[in-house]
């Protein structure tokens, strides 16, 4: 029996790294994409490198040369193209090189199976986006809920779902598209929310940090564990016939709650007082954390986490909330594997950690460097 390959874009991200050490388990050949750059940004899969089965291949998004002469080498079974602009408020930065990646690049994908004769043997998942919904117009939202995008990146997102509905219908192929809701882990980037949260909770508890300014405190969202989140987007295409689902929790959560949740388990209680940009999140008791140092009494009273409309988008999407209704009874996938406390808590006790082990190396590099100043030799 031959056997399963996949391809990956965005490999060295949070989803393609927890993708890759799943389909790895299940016994596939995994090859993944990565952009020259001279900087690494590979430490999500730098524990897979040199697995037998792994391996990495250079290639664009931008770039359908690129994509062809790849597609056509690894002749792949299954793509989850994951790769994307995927922070929303550098879309508005960024708009035209969000809808080169986010929505042309679908489509290259999509054409590079087809130039190399794979239409009908490779199976392609699309890593679409809750932010489809953006001004909503219904809640929750499902597989029939209208789209209203509210940024640059939904709006480029629109264009790939729509682009791999019309080559499943016009070309009968095996392509479909995952709407995820937010889903986040101790992999996810630092400029998101929630892990601007943790990673804040972290040194502020350990004395590495003063204050931690957000946006909209109030917006609404769906968060879920991306290590569960991947499990749904294989089996979306080990089905029979190929169809789009939402991929969420069902369960909804403010920022404010995050916020809230995020600083418990590293030891800190909060009260939020005011409202809007007035808003401010003040320290009234600590605890012992999850893990880690108990915070100073000292920062009884201090405010830890106040507003900054430098962190208001243009136009704001608030109220994000999936029903996993079909992917739960279609798939039999259980959204719920890792609650939304544990999900915090996940990350929290990986930033207590890392803040930690970041400020034993710093101490470190401080006293090498002041015996070197000495003249000591090591």
């Given at each position: 029996m031959s056997k399963d390959i996949a391809l990956i874009t965005g490999v060295t991200g949070q989803d393609g790294s927890?993708?890759?050490?799943?389909?790895?388990?299940?016994?596939?050949?995994?090859?993944?994409?990565?952009?020259?750059?001279?900087v690494d940004y590979r430490e999500r899969i730098a524990h897979l490198e040199g697995t037998p089965c792994f391996h990495l291949h250079y290639a664009d998004m931008t770039d359908s040369m690129?994509?062809?002469?790849?597609?056509?080498?690894?002749?792949?079974?299954?793509?989850?193209?994951?790769?994307?602009?995927?922070?929303?408020?550098?879309?508005?930065?960024?708009?035209?090189?969000?809808?080169d990646v986010d929505a042309v690049g679908v489509l290259r994908v999509l054409e590079a199976v087809r130039a190399c004769g794979l239409e009908h043997t490779c199976r392609i998942y699309q890593a679409s986006t809750s932010e489809l919904y953006g001004k909503v117009e219904e809640v929750p939202q499902n597989e029939n809920t209208p789209f209203h995008p509210y940024s640059p990146y939904a709006v480029a997102k629109l264009y790939g779902y729509w682009i791999v509905k019309e080559y499943r219908e016009a070309y009968n192929m095996y392509c479909c598209s995952g709407i995820l809701f937010n889903h986040e882990s101790e992999r996810r980037g630092e400029t998101f929310v929630t892990r601007k949260i943790t990673l804040a909770a972290a040194r502020i508890a350990q004395g590495k940090q003063e204050k931690l300014f957000l946006g909209n405190m109030s917006s609404l969202r769906d968060w879920g564990y991306a290590k569960d989140y991947v499990e749904c987007m294989w089996l979306i295409l080990q089905q029979e016939k190929p169809e789009d689902f939402v991929i969420a929790?069902?369960?909804?959560h403010s920022v404010r709650e995050f916020a809230y949740q995020a600083f418990k388990a590293a030891g800190i209680e909060l009260k939020f007082e005011g409202e809007g940009l007035y808003e401010k999140g003040v320290c009234v008791s600590v605890h012992h954390p999850i893990v880690g140092v108990k915070p100073s009494e000292t920062l009884v009273g201090k405010v830890l986490i106040e507003v900054s409309e430098d962190f208001y988008r243009p136009t704001d999407v608030v109220n994000l909330w999936g029903d996993p209704t079909k992917a739960k009874t279609k798939l039999g996938w259980n959204p719920q594997t890792t609650t939304f406390d544990q999900l915090v808590e996940i990350m929290v006790k990986y930033d207590m950690q890392k803040v930690?082990?970041?400020?034993?190396?710093?101490?470190?590099?401080?006293?090498?460097?002041?015996?070197?100043?000495?003249?000591?030799?090591?």
């Open positions: 927890f993708l890759s050490e799943f389909l790895l388990a299940k016994g596939y050949e995994v090859h993944g994409v990565i952009r020259r750059s001279s690129s994509m062809v002469k790849l597609v056509g080498k690894v002749k792949p079974t299954e793509i989850y193209n994951l790769a994307a602009q995927s922070h929303v408020q550098v879309s508005f930065d960024s708009p035209e090189f969000t809808a929790t069902g369960v909804q930690a082990a970041d400020s034993v190396a710093s101490t470190v590099r401080t006293n090498l460097a002041e015996y070197l100043e000495k003249g000591v030799v090591l």
